[in-house]
C-alpha cells in the first residue's frame, strides 16, 4: 500500500560550525502521486557523515550548501515500492541522495546504485559498501598508493572510513596505526579492526605514544581530522610520503582559516605530497571498489561495525553526536516501518 | 702548469637564517699532489642558490650541513687541469659539488657530469643546464604534469628557477603569471622571459593584480617563496590544482615552524595536490632535462639571464644578496684565473 504522509528533516537556521538539532525541524507532508518517469522510495536506513557539516557551512566548498527550508542531504538506502521508471521496479533495493526523509519521490538521477549484494545488510551500502568504504578504498590506494612495509598512519581509527582505511592497509601489507579517542575505541581499533597500534589523542602522552607506535616513521597519514592531531603526524613522516586530507572533523570553524605550523619546508625537505581526497572524482569507479570491498567482507579480511539509532527523531542531533566522537562505527538511522 | 695555492670559502660560524658574508672567511692552502684516481678541476664559475642556506642550518633537513671549517657546499663548474682518474682527461669541462674555492682535488665523486655542450657558455651549466633548469624541468613537469591552457603562477618569477618554469610553461601551452618584487623585475617577466602577466609582491595591490591576472583561477602553482606570497595564491586555485613546493624564500627561518594559514580544508574541497620537489630524486635523468633546456635555448624558445659577481670575494655575501632579492637571473661568481 502506498502510504500518504511522509516525514522529513528541514533545516531552519544556517549552522556556524557543529550542526545541532536545534538547527533543523521535523515536518510532515503529503506524499505526491507519482508522475511518468518518477519512482518512490521507502527509506530504511540514513546516513549521518561528517561530511554533511560543509554541506551545510554557507561559504565555499565542494557543493552548494542546502537551503533554509529543504530536506537534509543526505545519502539513504531503501526500497522502491511504487516505480513509473523504466529503470528500477517495486522491490529493489537502492541507495542514493534520497535525504533525511522517509519516503523519497525521485526521478532516479539522485540514486547511486541499485544495492545487488543481497547477503550483506542492506545498510552497509552506506558504510562500508557506500561513500565510506568507497572513500577509504580510492583515498588509500589512488592517493596513499601503500606498498608492503609501509607505515600508515590513520586519525578517527575507530570511525567508518578510518576503521576501513585501517583494515584495507593491512591487507596491503601494511603496518597499520590508528589514532583515536580514549581508551575504548583504542581497545576498539586493535581488537576489532586489527591495527598494529592504537594510539589515545587525548592523552597527555600522544606525541610520544604515536613516536612509539611509528618507530621507522611514517610513509603514509590518512587525515580525517586536520589541526593539533596532524601537526604531531606530519612531523613524523618519511621521504616521499603522502598525507591524504579527507575530512577535517577537529576543526569546527573554516569560516576563516585557523592557523598552524607552516608545512612548505617540510614538504620540501621529505619530497613529501599532500592531498586533498573527494569522493566524486571516483563516482565512475564506484562498483569497483564495492565488488572489492564486498569480497573483502565476505571472507572475513574486512569487519564492519555500526552504530545504529533508532527513528527518525534521532536524525537532527546525530552530526552532532558524530562530532563529539560518541559513536562507534557508522552512524546510522533506522527507519521502522513495520507499524504502517 | 699546476699551481701550488688554492683560495676557498671557509663556514666560520653558523647561520641562524640567511647566511651573511661574516658567517664565512676565506683562507688559502696548498693543493696537494693527486693521488692515483685522483684529478684537479680549476674551477671558472661558483653557483649560488637559495638552497645553500639548507645546506647550512643546523636543523634537519635533506642534506647533512657542512660543518665550521669546511668548504662551503656548492656546485662549481671548470676545467680538469690534471688527471689521475681514468674517466677524466685534462682539458675536459665539467660541473659538481665542487664547493666555493678556485681549485678542487677531487675522485670523481661530486662531478655531476661532463658539460658536453661546447657551443653553450660553461657557466650555462651551473643554472640553465643546471640545477635550476633540471629543478624548474622536473617540478612543471612532473609535480606540476602542465596542460595546455592551464593557468601556472611562479613565485620568484625574475629568478633562475622562476624564469625557466615560467619558460618552460609556455612552451608547454600554459598562460604564465610571474609573481616578482618591484617594477624592474616585472618588466623582466613580462619582456625577457615572455610571461603573460607579472604581478608585483611588494604593491599593496598585489592581490587584487592576482585575481586580474588569474581570472581563470590557478592550476598549476610553482613556488618559491612559501609565506605570504604563497597564502595569496592558494586561495586561488581550481578544482585539482597542483602546488610545487620548490623553495621558500620568503620565511627567513623554519627552525621553529612559523605560523600560517592552515590549508588542510582548502586541498580537500579542491582535491588539490602540493608536493614538495628535491632535484636529487632526479639525478638518473638529469640528461634528459638537459638535452631538451639546451635544444631550446638553441632554438630560442627558452631564454638564460645571469648575473656575474667577479673574484671568490664576492661568494661569502652573494647568498645574502639572492635573500634580499637584488639578483636578475642566476646568480654565478666568475674566478678569473687569467693572471695565473
Known amino acids: 500500500m502506498i502510504p500518504q504522509r511522509n516525514r522529513r528533516v528541514i533545516l531552519i537556521q544556517r549552522p556556524v560550525g557543529i550542526p545541532q538539532a536545534s538547527h533543523f525541524e ?16 521507502r527509506n530504511e536506513f540514513l546516513s549521518v557523515e561528517p561530511a554533511m557539516r560543509g554541506w551545510l557551512n554557507a561559504t565555499a566548498n565542494y557543493a552548494d550548501p542546502v537551503a533554509i527550508g529543504d530536506t537534509m542531504r543526505s545519502f539513504a538506502a531503501g526500497t522502491v515500492i511504487a516505480s513509473k521508471h523504466p529503470l528500477y521496479a517495486e522491490g529493489d533495493r537502492v541507495m542514493g541522495m534520497l535525504g533525511w526523509q522517509e519516503y523519497a519521490v525521485t526521478d532516479g538521477k539522485p540514486i547511486r546504485r541499485k544495492v545487488l549484494e543481497a547477503d550483506l545488510p542492506l545498510s552497509y551500502s552506506l558504510g562500508i559498501l557506500g561513500i565510506n568504504g568507497v572513500t577509504a578504498y580510492f583515498a588509500l590506494t589512488e592517493i596513499g598508493q601503500p606498498r608492503p ?9 575507530a570511525g567508518a572510513v578510518g576503521s576501513a582505511v585501517g583494515q584495507l592497509a593491512r591487507i596491503a601489507g601494511c603496518r597499520t596505526v590508528g589514532i583515536t579517542g580514549g581508551a575504548t575505541k583504542q581497545q576498539l581499533c586493535l581488537e576489532k579492526f586489527g591495527f598494529d597500534a592504537a594510539v589515545d589523542y587525548k592523552s ?6 604515536l613516536a612509539a607506535a611509528t618507530p621507522n616513521g611514517v610513509d603514509i597519514y590518512h587525515d580525517n581530522t586536520a589541526g593539533y592531531i596532524s601537526d604531531v603526524v606530519v612531523r613524523r613522516i618519511n621521504k616521499r610520503a603522502r598525507i591524504i586530507c579527507c575530512g577535517t572533523a577537529s576543526v569546527a570553524n573554516w569560516d576563516d582559516w585557523p592557523s598552524g605550523p607552516r608545512i612548505e ?6 619530497a613529501a605530497r599532500m ?25 572475513g579480511q574486512l569487519i564492519h561495525s555500526e ?19 560518541e559513536n562507534r562505527g557508522k552512524l546510522i538511522v533506522r527507519l521502522d516501518h513495520s507499524a504502517e
Chains 1, 2 share one sequence.
Open 26 to 41: 521535523i515536518v510532515e507532508s503529503p506524499i505526491p502521486e507519482l508522475h511518468s518517469g518518477q519512482l518512490l522510495v
Open 149 to 157: 612495509g609501509d607505515t600508515v598512519v590513520v586519525s578517527t581509527a
Open 204 to 209: 597527555a602522552s600522544f606525541e610520544t605514544d
Open 265 to 270: 619546508r617540510h614538504l620540501l625537505n621529505k
Open 275 to 299: 592531498e586533498g581526497f573527494l569522493i566524486w572524482d571516483y563516482e565512475h569507479r564506484y562498483e569497483e571498489a564495492v565488488t572489492r570491498l564486498a569480497a573483502w567482507l565476505r571472507s
Open 307 to 325: 552504530e545504529i539509532l533508532e527513528g527518525i527523531e534521532q536524525a537532527p542531533g546525530a552530526i552532532a553526536t558524530l562530532y563529539r566522537g
